[in-house]
């Protein structure tokens, strides 16, 4: 009997693993392939995942494998400088391949105690009112107590539930590669300059070491079933640039369509999706793996607080209220920016009239902020703007805020110094006298680093202190 059974050890299954695991709740990851990925993509780590990786002690594992770039410029992959006082200690994005943050992400969860099978695929499942019972696909059985489905965008789990996943079907395809180039650099971005005024799924961008990230419309290329090939990306190149820039030694070659979809809950009793099993869409602006890592973060200690017996009766189902708008938003910035990249007069025009606007640094600062989820603000009630937001990472006396976040507890910091977390201190931490940098006289931190709570009232403090983190303990 394990407490929580993940299908799929993708970025997300694996951070949630590890949520989980701080708080020593028995998990278990089916994962279908014997073997991690092999393919070498690069994605983009945003922010706002910078800075979980900051929060639980991994970011310094994480650096040396990736390489940073300028938080700016994603928004349709319109050429923007960073804008101005991006409010984020890691105020840059992290070009990472993505089997190495799933491996690091796999190896964490590893470490804090979670199991992981390979080569078990979940093929079915029945809840009832003590747990679900997993069903692998060589018909051994399983039990949990809770099933979560983190098993991409073409989910058994999800199927099985039952679970609509309405949307958009995919309607252009792109190629998408990474190959090294045999021309010289100049002579590469002098054309790509050119055309890139008129097409904008076209591009070639150098990631080092002589690997170009190549993009083109799929277009001419025939039959969707069908992996592409090396002369696929040639033949294209060939017919939008007029050369293929004797590109060769491709290391991973793939097509993605545009479709967009969402699943309609997140939850049906004991079991939950999150990541590319809740939602998909196009990949311009790189968020899914963003946006599937911050879902387990949010899911992780409400799930655990469930488990161990604390959690208030409602705080499961903040996981489908915090996170399917945040979801819903996504979509909506990939359809936008989707537009944005036709070739067709109208979505052109409002092109160039985005990119003037984009010139006011508050507009450039919006977007940056959206696709790098820094800007996210859970509804919780009225009050001042900081409420439900994530406070950044600030000095403390201690050192850093994020430095005291690595056990996944909530944290009250308290200037009045009058204040206390008490009954609740098997769940919550306390440090006073922080910081002058907090203009607030007291915060309470959820574990994910969103601010819960601002005030200098005990009576107020625990009420919400119950309203987060349940009954004081004895
Ligand atoms: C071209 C391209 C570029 C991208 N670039 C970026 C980027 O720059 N930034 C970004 O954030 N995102 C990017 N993405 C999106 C990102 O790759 C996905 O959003 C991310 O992989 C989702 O993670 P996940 O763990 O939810 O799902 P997945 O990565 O799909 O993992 C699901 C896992 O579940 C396993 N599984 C499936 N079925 C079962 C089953 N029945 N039982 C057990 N295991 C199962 C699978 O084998 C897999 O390991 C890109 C995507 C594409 C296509």
Not at 11 to 23: K, V, W
Not at 241 to 267: K, M, N, P, Q
Not at 406 to 426: F, I, K, P, Q, V
Request: aromatic share 6%; proline share 6%.
């Amino acid at each position: 009997m394990f407490d929580v059974i993940i299908a799929g050890c993708g970025p997300t299954g694996a951070m949630l693993a590890a949520e989980l695991r701080l708080h020593d709740v028995r998990v278990l990851v089916l994962e279908k392939e014997t073997e991690p990925a092999s393919f070498v993509r690069i994605v983009g780590l945003h922010m706002r995942s910078l800075e979980l990786m900051a929060m639980r002690g991994l970011l310094d594992r994480i650096l040396p494998h990736g390489r940073q770039r300028p938080a700016g410029g994603f928004f349709a992959a319109i050429p923007k400088p960073v804008p101005k006082g991006l409010d984020s200690a890691y105020a840059y994005l992290l070009g990472i391949p993505q089997p190495i943050i799933e491996r690091l992400l796999e190896e964490h969860a590893i470490e804090l105690g979670a199991q992981v099978r390979r080569g078990c695929a979940v093929a079915g499942f029945e809840q009832d009112d003590e747990g679900v019972t997993v069903e692998l696909a060589d018909g051994q059985q399983l039990r949990s107590r809770y099933l979560v489905g983190c098993d991409g965008a073409r989910s058994t789990v999800r199927k099985l539930l039952g679970v609509g996943f309405p949307g958009e079907p995919s309607r252009t395809d792109t190629l998408m590669g990474e190959m090294k180039v045999g021309v010289p650099q100049e002579e590469i971005a002098a054309k790509v300059t050119e055309i890139s005024k008129t097409h904008q799924r076209f591009w070639l961008r150098p990631f080092g070491e002589g690997i170009y990230s190549v993009v083109v419309p799929a277009a001419a290329v025939s039959d969707r079933a069908v992996p592409p090939t090396l002369e696929d990306f040639k033949q294209q190149l060939r017919t939008i640039a007029g050369t293929d820039f004797g590109v060769h030694s491709a290391r991973w070659l793939s097509r993605f369509g545009d479709a967009t979809r969402l699943a309609e809950r997140y939850r049906v009793g004991r079991v939950l999706l999150a990541g590319d099993a809740a939602h998909i869409h196009p990949p311009i602006g790189g968020q899914g793996l963003n946006l599937g890592v911050q879902d387990a973060f949010n899911l992780g200690w409400k799930l655990a607080g469930q488990i161990r017996g604390w959690a208030p009766e409602t705080l499961l189902d903040t996981y489908q209220a915090e996170r399917h708008p945040v979801a819903e938003d996504v979509l909506d910035n990939t359809r936008a920016q989707t537009e944005l990249l036709s070739t067709e007069p109208g979505p052109q025009a409002v092109r160039r009239l985005l990119t003037e606007l984009m010139d006011f640094d508050e507009v450039n600062r919006h977007l940056i902020e959206k696709i790098t989820a820094i800007g996210i603000r859970y509804d919780f009630g009225e009050g001042p703007d900081l409420l439900g937001r994530r406070l950044r990472d600030i000095d403390v006396k201690q050192g850093h805020l994020y430095g005291l976040l690595h056990r996944g507890r909530g944290l009250l910091l308290d200037r009045t110094e009058r204040l206390t977390a008490g009954s609740w201190s098997d769940r919550v931490d306390y440090l006073a006298d922080p910081t002058a940098a907090l203009d607030v006289p007291c915060v309470l931190l959820r574990p994910d680093g969103h601010v819960a709570w601002i005030g200098d009232d005990q009576q107020d403090l625990d009420d919400h202190l119950a309203r987060w983190f349940g009954k004081p303990a004895d």
